[in-house]
């Protein structure tokens, strides 16, 4: 049923209807008290009792009851901490990882698992979802954007098939916004710091009919200068430019109906986001092909090699222009023993980018960009029973649909022949000079699902939850690249329909031919248009106990699937490159089989809270970056991995001994390994070479040089971006003050070492750090103003690690934010 026409037919039915009951499912203008989670936020107040709300099961329940490993955010701590957008909140949550080399290439990991790191491919999903007023938003690049009127963040981990409307693998990230009032209410802050911060944040509220019509307005405006001085360009890059603006408009039609309408428009037009010189290692490809041989051969230095020094001399024109916006109506119906949700969404995000994909101060990649723009439309209903039954249910139907449209581009300059080639070629520049590859990419994704969970009190304290969703997906794409060159020596257009053809224009041999060759290897014509469908039918069973009203331990299996994808960046070439081998156009599903168990305790009357989960991920045909041998090829592309096994361990805790003191320990042991991934992409030190035959290389040695494999078998090694051991913890302690309270607060965060690169390598794992943020002020009833230091103690540190094609061996990188202080003023009205 479209929302369109929902509230006509509520409407007419609603004066029947009675009010919710006492656990309800969550109604968008319901004001719940979620304002602090006891596991990792206890600098706002709970609840008298101690509870603390959230809608995790699309329902209102106390935090301690809910049988998921589940953490929650108020929008008082987000500020205060400086986490006002997804990539912070990982410091304050130990199983959350986001990785960003520029916004489109962005992911969300849970427990290591969500996305291929370090990929960016339209045609496949995301196994993490993220959900802004119960809408699933379809690109990632969104998360980017700063918080806007924030109530509450929920980070829920594992599967959420059965409660969700886009299934989700590894788990989601929830964000619920401030509702309109109808008491009149208005919040200022404005916050200033080094590197010229200035972010300002507005939000009003007031009604319109006095209990039937209520609106609410919030913006914010962030803009910071650079970290990172380019000597070329002689300005500083990694700026922040962010505005975004969200209205809504809540009509209370009944007692028993609601309906919310929201819009919302963010721009982000940051002069970033880059990646530069970082450290060299050796690999496979012959010395004199190296990057400090290639360098000096071009009498190339870079300004500073030492990263920390946070200096770069990128040549080619950089952005990361993004917008995002759209609309959305929510309407509830409470018809007495149930609530009818209705969630109608269209998004729209338009992509902008330029960037430098050499990475260094030399003309060999003059331009390099993917515009895109994507659309979406999607449609969930559900119905939840209402109060305390013996048998509680959600059930639900998911609608999705979405197009994206991509506009490629690349263009090598004149430094490419020598920094690419070898042979004669190498010392010719008009060989690539002007080389230009243009694509024409586009994707079509359609997804329907149903799904339901069923909750049976078979005592008061034993809880059987069984859930079940079946689930349909149909993706479609096109991908074409024309390559071209126009200069005083080439001239030619290869496509796919033609480059046969203008390779046996060449005799066999000669020069022109193997020149060819070398051109259309470097940027290669081709021509596709993969499609994927299928059902799959997941699940999962939970067994809950409530020992005490303070004790509550839970068992979970759920059987998951991740949908299946297809490659739409460019597929795999033959052998004498003048085809593509369309067998490698579409991705399998991923198949996970998840296990989980938990406790949840609270003691010393709720001052105390300790949270426990174990869980062990078993997942077949995980999504990753291959090669094949086989087929005679020994270029990348996107396909399916054996296996791949997650365990560990998290908890979350906190004590709160008085009003005056607050603290917290959160942790994750995360264990995640390819049991099975046989031919794997090499790590640099072994890249570069002349192919082997099919059997692959275990061992990280090399001589460089010398052969290397064409495929690599890494089973057993660990997967990317993720450390082993994760920490977060901190507090606040506080001193009445006349009206008010003065008061300090700490939060610390580190990770062990972890891998930066697809098959783990020495030159691209990343040391383990520890980051300190620490705030003083003085706060009152209404307002509230503090000064903070982030990364205290300066620390440098990477948070990516990338490796320069070619097998040069030149790692580049991209470092965090170095130390930042300023002050911030917050007022209420």
């Given at each position: 049923?479209?929302?369109a026409?929902?509230?006509?037919?509520l409407?007419?039915?609603?004066?029947?209807?009675?009010a919710?009951?006492?656990?309800a499912?969550?109604r968008?203008?319901v004001?719940?008290?979620?304002t602090?989670?006891?596991?990792?936020?206890?600098?706002?107040?709970?609840?008298?009792d101690?509870?603390?709300?959230?809608t995790?099961?699309?329902?209102?329940?106390?935090?301690?009851?809910?049988?998921?490993a589940?953490?929650?955010?108020?929008?008082e701590?987000?500020?205060?901490?400086g986490?006002?957008n997804?990539?912070?909140?990982?410091t304050?949550?130990?199983?959350?990882q986001?990785?960003?080399?520029?916004p489109?290439?962005?992911?969300?990991?849970?427990?290591g698992?969500?996305a291929?790191?370090?990929?960016?491919n339209d045609?496949?999903?995301?196994?993490v979802?993220l959900?802004?007023?119960?809408v699933y938003?379809?690109?990632v690049?969104?998360?980017?954007?700063?918080?806007?009127?924030v109530?509450?963040?929920?980070?829920?981990r594992?599967?959420?098939?059965?409660?969700?409307?886009?299934?989700?693998?590894?788990?989601?990230?929830?964000?619920?916004?401030?509702?309109p009032s109808?008491?009149?209410?208005a919040?200022?802050?404005?916050s200033t710091?080094?590197y010229g911060?200035?972010?300002?944040?507005?939000?009003?509220s007031?009604?319109?009919?006095?209990?039937?019509?209520?609106?609410?307005?919030?913006?914010?405006v962030?803009?910071?200068?650079g970290?990172?001085?380019?000597?070329k360009?002689?300005?500083?890059l990694?700026?922040?430019?962010?505005?975004?603006?969200r209205?809504?408009?809540?009509?209370?039609?009944?007692?028993?109906?609601?309906?919310?309408l929201?819009?919302?428009?963010?721009?982000?037009?940051?002069?970033?986001?880059?990646?530069y010189y970082?450290?060299?290692g050796?690999?496979?490809r012959?010395?004199?092909?190296?990057?400090t041989?290639?360098?000096?051969?071009?009498g190339y230095?870079?300004?500073s090699?030492?990263?920390?020094?946070?200096?770069?001399?990128?040549?080619?024109?950089i952005?990361?222009r993004?917008?995002?916006?759209?609309?959305?109506?929510?309407g509830?119906w409470d018809?007495?023993?149930?609530?009818?949700?209705?969630?109608?969404?269209?998004?729209y995000?338009?992509?902008?980018?330029?960037?430098?994909?050499?990475?260094?101060?030399?003309?060999?990649?003059t331009?390099?960009?993917?515009?895109?723009?994507?659309?979406?439309?999607?449609?969930?209903l559900?119905?939840?029973s209402?109060?305390?039954?013996k048998?509680?249910?959600?059930?639900?139907?998911f609608?999705?649909?979405q197009?994206i449209?991509?506009?490629?581009?690349q263009?090598?300059g004149?430094?490419?022949s020598r920094?690419?080639?070898?042979?004669?070629?190498a010392?010719?520049?008009n060989?690539?000079?002007?080389?230009?590859?243009t694509?024409t990419?586009?994707?079509d994704?359609?997804?329907?699902?149903?799904f339901?969970?069923?909750?049976?009190?078979?005592?008061?304290?034993?809880?059987?939850?069984?859930?079940?969703?079946?689930?349909?997906d149909?993706?479609?794409?096109f991908y074409?690249s024309?390559?071209?060159?126009?200069?005083s020596?080439?001239?030619?257009?290869a496509?796919?329909?033609?480059v046969?053809?203008?390779?046996?224009?060449?005799?066999?041999?000669?020069?022109?031919?193997t020149?060819?060759?070398?051109?259309?290897?470097?940027?290669?014509?081709?021509?596709?248009s993969?499609?994927?469908?299928a059902?799959?039918?997941?699940?999962?069973f939970?067994v809950?106990y409530?020992?005490?009203d303070?004790?509550?331990?839970?068992?979970?299996?759920?059987?998951?699937?991740?949908?299946?994808?297809?490659?739409?960046s460019?597929?795999?070439?033959?052998?004498?490159s003048?085809?593509?081998?369309?067998?490698t156009?579409?991705?399998?599903?991923?198949k996970?089989n998840?296990?989980?168990?938990?406790l949840?305790?609270?003691f010393?009357?709720?001052?105390?809270?300790?949270?426990?989960?174990?869980?062990?991920?078993q997942?077949k045909?995980?999504?990753?970056t291959?090669?094949?041998?086989?087929i005679n090829v020994?270029?990348?592309?996107?396909?399916?991995?054996?296996?791949?096994?997650?365990?560990?361990?998290?908890?979350?805790?906190?004590?709160?001994p008085?009003?005056?003191?607050?603290?917290?320990?959160?942790?994750?042991?995360?264990d995640?390994k390819?049991t099975?991934?046989?031919?794997a992409?090499?790590p640099?030190?072994?890249?570069?070479?002349t192919?082997?035959?099919?059997?692959?290389?275990t061992?990280?040695?090399?001589?460089p040089?010398?052969?290397?494999?064409a495929?690599?078998?890494i089973?057993?090694?660990?997967?990317?971006?993720?450390?082993k051991?994760?920490?977060?913890?901190?507090?606040?302690?506080?001193?009445?003050?006349?009206?008010?309270?003065?008061?300090?607060?700490?939060?610390?965060?580190?990770?062990?070492?972890?891998?930066?690169?697809?098959?783990?390598?020495?030159y691209?794992?990343?040391?383990?750090?520890s980051?300190?943020?620490?705030?003083?002020?003085?706060?009152?009833?209404?307002?509230?103003l503090?000064g903070?230091v982030?990364?205290?103690?300066?620390q440098?540190?990477?948070?990516?690690?990338?490796?320069?094609s070619?097998?040069?061996?030149?790692?580049?990188?991209?470092?965090?934010?170095?130390?930042?202080?300023?002050?911030?003023?917050?007022?209420?009205?």
């Amino acid at each position: 049923m479209m929302l369109a026409t929902l509230p006509l037919l509520l409407s007419a039915a609603a004066p029947q209807a009675i009010a919710l009951a006492d656990t309800a499912p969550a109604r968008t203008p319901v004001a719940t008290s979620a304002t602090e989670d006891s596991q990792v936020d206890p600098q706002a107040a709970p609840k008298a009792d101690g509870d603390i709300v959230v809608t995790a099961r699309r329902r209102e329940e106390r935090l301690q009851n809910v049988p998921i490993a589940v953490a929650v955010l108020s929008g008082e701590t987000i500020s205060n901490t400086g986490a006002f957008n997804v990539n912070r909140l990982q410091t304050l949550q130990p199983a959350l990882q986001f990785y960003s080399s520029n916004p489109r290439n962005s992911a969300i990991n849970i427990r290591g698992l969500g996305a291929p790191f370090g990929l960016t491919n339209d045609g496949i999903e995301q196994g993490v979802g993220l959900y802004i007023d119960q809408v699933y938003i379809g690109r990632v690049g969104a998360s980017t954007f700063d918080f806007v009127d924030v109530e509450r963040v929920e980070v829920l981990r594992g599967p959420q098939g059965t409660l969700y409307g886009k299934n989700t693998t590894a788990g989601a990230v929830n964000i619920t916004t401030k509702k309109p009032s109808f008491e009149p209410e208005a919040t200022f802050e404005i916050s200033t710091g080094n590197y010229g911060l200035v972010q300002i944040k507005g939000s009003a509220s007031a009604p319109i009919a006095a209990d039937k019509l209520a609106v609410r307005v919030s913006t914010s405006v962030t803009k910071r200068g650079g970290t990172i001085y380019d000597t070329k360009k002689d300005e500083n890059l990694q700026k922040q430019d962010n505005f975004s603006v969200r209205g809504q408009l809540l009509w209370q039609a009944t007692p028993s109906l609601d309906l919310t309408l929201s819009g919302d428009f963010s721009l982000q037009n940051p002069y970033c986001c880059i990646q530069y010189y970082a450290r060299v290692g050796a690999t496979q490809r012959p010395l004199a092909r190296q990057y400090t041989a290639l360098a000096a051969a071009l009498g190339y230095a870079p300004p500073s090699t030492n990263p920390f020094d946070r200096v770069t001399d990128l040549d080619a024109t950089i952005n990361s222009r993004q917008e995002v916006g759209g609309v959305s109506l929510v309407g509830n119906w409470d018809i007495g023993p149930a609530t009818i949700t209705s969630v109608t969404a269209w998004r729209y995000w338009d992509w902008l980018p330029a960037n430098d994909r050499d990475f260094i101060g030399l003309p060999i990649t003059t331009v390099s960009q993917n515009p895109s723009q994507q659309k979406q439309w999607s449609q969930e209903l559900r119905i939840s029973s209402n109060g305390k039954n013996k048998l509680n249910y959600t059930l639900g139907a998911f609608f999705f649909h979405q197009t994206i449209n991509t506009q490629g581009s690349q263009v090598q300059g004149t430094a490419a022949s020598r920094w690419l080639l070898s042979g004669a070629d190498a010392s010719n520049p008009n060989v690539l000079n002007g080389l230009t590859s243009t694509n024409t990419i586009s994707f079509d994704n359609t997804s329907f699902a149903v799904f339901g969970k069923l909750n049976w009190a078979v005592t008061d304290k034993l809880h059987l939850q069984p859930g079940l969703r079946v689930n349909f997906d149909k993706k479609s794409g096109f991908y074409e690249s024309v390559v071209s060159i126009a200069n005083s020596q080439y001239n030619f257009t290869a496509t796919a329909d033609n480059v046969a053809a203008l390779l046996a224009s060449f005799p066999n041999p000669s020069a022109g031919r193997t020149t060819f060759q070398n051109q259309i290897n470097t940027l290669a014509p081709q021509r596709y248009s993969p499609r994927f469908s299928a059902w799959n039918v997941s699940g999962d069973f939970t067994v809950s106990y409530d020992a005490t009203d303070d004790v509550h331990f839970y068992a979970t299996y759920a059987r998951s699937f991740k949908s299946g994808g297809i490659n739409l960046s460019g597929l795999p070439l033959n052998s004498t490159s003048t085809g593509v081998d369309l067998s490698t156009q579409t991705v399998k599903p991923e198949k996970v089989n998840h296990f989980e168990v938990g406790l949840k305790t609270q003691f010393f009357d709720r001052k105390v809270t300790v949270n426990v989960a174990g869980f062990w991920d078993q997942i077949k045909d995980y999504q990753a970056t291959v090669n094949n041998n086989a087929i005679n090829v020994i270029r990348g592309y996107l396909s399916n991995a054996g296996e791949v096994r997650v365990r560990g361990v998290e908890w979350d805790s906190s004590f709160r001994p008085s009003k005056q003191l607050s603290l917290y320990f959160n942790g994750a042991f995360t264990d995640a390994k390819y049991t099975d991934f046989k031919n794997a992409p090499c790590p640099p030190e072994l890249s570069g070479g002349t192919a082997t035959a099919p059997g692959g290389v275990t061992d990280p040695a090399g001589t460089p040089g010398g052969r290397s494999p064409a495929y690599c078998d890494i089973s057993g090694q660990i997967l990317p971006g993720i450390s082993k051991w994760a920490l977060s913890w901190g507090g606040e302690f506080n001193v009445p003050v006349g009206d008010g309270k003065a008061y300090v607060g700490y939060d610390g965060s580190w990770r062990s070492k972890f891998s930066s690169n697809p098959s783990r390598s020495l030159y691209t794992d990343i040391n383990g750090y520890s980051l300190s943020n620490v705030r003083a002020g003085f706060r009152t009833d209404k307002w509230n103003l503090y000064g903070w230091v982030r990364n205290v103690f300066n620390q440098d540190y990477f948070e990516l690690l990338s490796t320069q094609s070619g097998s040069t061996g030149l790692i580049v990188g991209q470092p965090g934010d170095p130390r930042t202080y300023g002050a911030t003023f917050r007022v209420s009205f």
